[in-house]
């Protein structure tokens, strides 16, 4: 078993990191670390457990350490962090040694940091060994997408064979997405809000960068434009996207429906938190919804449906763990399958 670690537990994505590494067959969860009120309480005392299921009991009797190296037993910690401390602690870890699978924003845009989704751009984990060369680090820094970039990023993977040319996409994204206490009740109920500060910016030029083209020494964005309007919806969980593409070579409905059907990543095989189906195709009317099929493949699938000509289409997933924390644990298994860990 690899020790592993989550520095910023007590929040909506720390927590489900500990729902996801708590009985986990290859990480032993061995250290929570978070913020100055919380260090030295034991975690259960630390949080109140929001998650659907109970809070394992060995977990909540460990030690809220600080989110410092030198405190810290493991060899790979999830980071869970606010972007803002992230940028300064997450190079800290990686500089001693540690492997840091980040949820954060901090460092997706960094020209040496791997953006990934393992069956979208597995090649580009290549940017590890430039990273530790550039940077004189023992350890490294791995990111995932915005959780609402991850969803559209996924289905775009197996149209590229068609040649895409423009993608605009309008998002109803979970409350969620915005933390526990990211959007009050009174703001978000019998309301749309039609703005969230940053997203459309992080959705446009992250996909461009997982879609692009590593070479060898940086990767290449994507040559198509993206372009993107975000907003919050009374939903728990799951981001839904309307998604329209536009592509050189014309496919029908039915060519998209068979590029969604058949779309595998071989590289992904065997890893605990992959799940089966990336992208699962509903031929009714009214789905995907987030309440009937956010949890696709333990919430690691993207669901996707009305597929129509244009080429125009709905897809769907869970943001705080295809979106979020399982992300950030399918790319520390990436990294051990391919022996990096």
Not at 98 to 116: C, G, H, I, K, W
Not at 232 to 256: C, F, K, Q, S, Y
Not at 261 to 284: M, N, Q, S, W, Y
Request: hydrophobic share 40%.
């Amino acid at each position: 078993m690899i020790k592993v670690g989550v520095l910023g537990a007590t929040g909506a994505v720390g927590q489900r990191f500990i729902q996801l590494l708590a009985r986990h067959p290859w990480f032993a969860l061995t250290c929570v670390t978070a913020s100055e009120r919380s260090v030295g309480k034991r975690y259960a005392d630390a949080v109140n457990w929001r998650l659907e299921t109970q809070l394992p009991d060995e977990i909540g009797e460990l030690d809220v350490l600080p989110t410092a190296p030198d405190e810290v037993d493991a060899e790979i910690v999830f980071s869970a962090l606010p972007a803002s401390i992230a940028r300064e602690d997450e190079p800290r870890f990686a500089e001693a040694g540690f492997v840091v699978a980040s949820n954060a924003s901090s460092y997706r845009m960094e020209s040496d940091v791997p953006l990934m989704i393992p069956e979208v751009n597995p090649d580009h984990l290549g940017l590890i060994k430039i990273q530790r060369d550039n940077r004189n680090w023992d350890g490294c820094i791995i990111t995932n997408p915005n959780c609402t970039t991850i969803v559209m990023a996924l289905t775009l993977k197996p149209l590229m064979r068609f040649d895409i040319e423009r993608v605009y996409v309008a998002t109803m994204q979970a409350v969620s997405g915005a933390g526990y206490e990211g959007v009050t009740s009174m703001a978000i109920l019998d309301n749309v809000i039609p703005y969230i500060k940053d997203e459309e910016e992080k959705v446009e030029g992250e996909a461009q960068k997982i879609l692009g083209e590593f070479d060898g020494s940086k990767v290449k964005n994507a040559d198509f434009s993206i372009s993107a309007s975000c907003h919050r919806v009374p939903v728990l969980d799951g981001h839904t996207e309307a998604i329209w593409v536009m592509m050189r070579e014309n496919p029908t409905p039915e060519e998209v429906r068979d590029a969604f059907r058949t779309f595998r990543c071989d590289e992904v095989k065997g890893l605990p938190t992959a799940p089966e189906k990336p992208i699962i195709v509903h031929d009714a009317e009214d789905r995907p919804q987030p309440r009937l099929d956010r949890d696709a493949g333990h919430g690691m699938s993207v669901s996707v449906g009305r597929i129509r000509d244009g080429i125009r289409y709905i897809a769907m997933g869970h943001n705080t763990i295809r979106g979020a924390a399982g992300a950030s644990v399918l790319n520390a298994e990436f990294l051990v399958k391919k022996k990096m860990i």
